[in-house]
Structure formats: C-alpha cells, structure tokens
C-alpha cells in the first residue's frame, strides 16, 4: 500500500468534493461509472441500482466496468451506456494494469463512481482517474480511496440489492420500501440464431435446469437427485435443457447421459447465449446460483433450492420465484463445503418435492 499513499493530491481535496457530491447527489450527475461485481448473480442484482438511478436522474449517463466472467450481463441492460471490460485476472491486484486503465478512461470525466464490491483493488481505478465523487462501503481498510465511504449496517440492509442500492441514493432520502425486479434484454435475432444452432424447439414445453454454482459444491443439489428430476419431467412430456459453465458441464453431462432426451447445452452457450435461451423456458429450476438471477431477470418462473446460502441476503428477486429449503440447525451455515461432511440441507431437498412445485405452476400447464 506504500506505492499507492504518494499518489493521494497534496492539496486538501475535502472542500472540492464536498461541492461535488452536493451537484452529484442533489443536481443530476452526468456521468458515472459503475465497478461491477464478479458473480453472474450480483451482476444481475446490479441491474436494480441502474433502474433506481435512471428513475431519479432520467439523463444520467451510466458506464459499467466489469470483469469478463460478469460483463456480458451488463451488455443486456437498457440502463447503461457501454460496458467497459476489466481484462485482470480475477484476483489479481495489477497495479499496472489497472494504472494504465484508469489514464485510459480519464478522458471521460466523470463526475461520480460507484464501487460494487468491497475489495481494496475495485477502488484503485476511480481513485487514480481522481473522479471526485467515490462512493463505496469502508471494506479492506480502503475508505482513504473512497472520498465518500459508506459503513455498512447488514442488520438494516440485509440483501446484496439493498446494499448496491443504498450507494446509489442520496444520503438524505431513505431506502425505497420496495425495488423493482432485475431485468435483462433478450436479443431476439441472436436467440433465433441460437436455438436454430443447437437443433432446439422453441414452442416446446420447457424446463431449465441450472444444477451448478460457482460459489462452491455445498449449494449443489446432488447430482442423482437432478437426474431424476429430468427424468420425471421428460416422461411427463416437458423437453429438459441443462444450462452451466464450462465449470459445471461435467455435471450436466452426467444427468444427461441418465436422463435420456434431455439437452445438455452446460458449457456449450456463451453467457449471452444462456440469457436468450432462458427466455424460452417458462420454468427455471435452479441452484442457488448465477444462472437462477438471470433466468428471473429474462421471465422465467424460478424455483430456487436453497441450502448453505442465507436466503435474506441473496434471495431470488423475481416476483414469481419459489424458494425451496431444509430448515435445519446448521444451515444456512454460507460455506463452500459442507463444515460437518453431511450436505444435508441440499440432499434433503427431495426429488418429488421440486416435482409437485413445477407440476403445479401455472406456466406448466
């Protein structure tokens, strides 16, 4: 941190942005830019923020800059302006990179940023563009980046969405009582090109399947039990497509080698692919997990199995979502991996639970 304190301006800053955020949060703000999340899953959360924004400030400008695991997802919403892609490694500090990057969009001149995650490096790229307003939660002792450093109260902001939101508002007004649900644009033209490559019919009656997360194997409903979940729903006259990263198509390999029929389209699709093809399938069940955000955020009625996650931080915003879940002592316990060795908040979900709960929306019928 050493090579980074000379860079802090000689002159004392207070007074120029104590101006600037009064113009940034009373007047409207020009131009801003967003330092996205990395997970899918928040990015789609994200879209919220950008919604309350454009509702408050109708001509503000909003550019995102995001990682290339999550930058797709910002490619699909009407909100932004453009998606600037942040090629580092996931992880990597790349000063740098991130040093030339920031004289790169200096240009620009943004007026306000606003740091999604809470990661000390998130922060370096709007403090050497020296935008004047910096907004972020104090995380990894980085509150000298942020000229307008935000503590974070989980009790009073729970969610994930609540938390990007509250950045985004004036510190005068108060959390809305209700946010409006993600939504992401589906590109017509490329989905008809998509389903046509992979020989799929779109009038059919479709389930998605998601049975992979990024986070870890702990959120994973078992393998044998999404086998034979494809497996009721193929024998009750619904076409199974399997959706996952590169990561997770050793799982959907494995279903559909046992569940005869259905579609494994895990690690085959482009995120932007999954996106429109999801907008397909009038039910999603899914892990909890990135692919489950976008699926609600695209129309899809989401049934949600929940096990480690604590469901009041990250839970499916769709208005129609299903969460299914185990009430057990130990969950919702957010690790990885199961600590005690049983994964029992997941193996206990059962199969013909999740059955009864499609069977029975109205989407199926």
């Known amino acids: 941190m050493s090579d980074l304190r000379p860079l802090v301006p000689e002159e004392d800053p207070l007074p120029r942005v104590q101006r600037m955020t009064r113009l940034a949060r009373s007047n409207d703000p020009a131009q801003v830019l967003v330092v996205g999340p990395s997970w899918v899953g928040d990015m789609v959360m994200a879209q919220v923020l950008f919604q309350v924004m454009r509702r408050r400030w109708p001509r503000v400008q ?5 990682p290339p695991a999550s930058a797709p997802v910002g490619q699909r919403m009407a909100e932004l302006r453009r998606v600037i892609p942040l090629e580092i490694p996931h ?8 040093r030339a990057l920031a004289q790169e969009l200096q240009p620009t001149d943004y007026d306000w940023a606003i740091c999604l995650p809470n990661s000390f490096k998130s922060a370096l790229v709007p403090y050497w563009m ?8 104090r995380r990894e002792m980085r509150a000298w980046l942020l000229s307008d450093p935000h503590r974070l109260n989980r009790r009073k902001l729970p969610r994930t969405v609540d938390q990007y939101v509250s950045l985004g508002l004036p510190p005068r007004l108060p959390q809305p009582q209700q946010l409006p649900a993600p939504r992401l644009q589906v590109d017509l ?13 779109p009038s059919a009656r479709v389930v998605a399947l998601a049975p992979g997360a990024e986070y870890g194997p702990a959120k994973r409903w078992p393998v044998a039990h999404w086998t034979r979940l494809a497996q009721a729903l193929l024998q009750s006259g619904y076409e199974v497509w399997l959706f ?16 005869t029929g259905a579609v494994d389209l895990g690690g085959r699709t482009s995120l932007l692919q999954a996106i429109d093809l999801l907008s397909l399938a009038p039910i999603t069940v899914s892990n909890d997990s990135g692919l489950m955000h976008v699926a609600g955020a695209v129309g899809s009625r989401v049934i949600a199995l929940y096990g480690p996650t604590p469901l ?19 969950s919702p ?12 908040c997941m193996e206990e979900i059962e199969v013909s639970q999740v059955l009864a709960q499609v069977l029975g929306s109205p989407t199926s019928r």
């Open 244 to 259: 996952g990263s590169p990561k997770d198509a050793p799982i959907t390999q494995e279903i559909a080698a046992q569940a």
């Open 189 to 201: 033209a490329a989905r008809d090109l998509t389903w046509q490559e992979f020989g799929l019919n």
């Open 91 to 98: 992880g990597k500090l790349a000063l740098k990179a991130r």
């Open 62 to 66: 909003i550019d995102l800059l995001a």
């Open 130 to 137: 020296k935008i004047p307003v910096r907004s972020g939660f």
């Open 312 to 330: 009041q931080m990250t839970p499916p915003l769709s208005a129609h979502a299903q969460v299914i879940r185990r009430e057990l002592s130990c």
């Open 333 to 344: 316990c957010g690790k990885r991996e199961c600590p005690l060795k049983h994964h029992r």
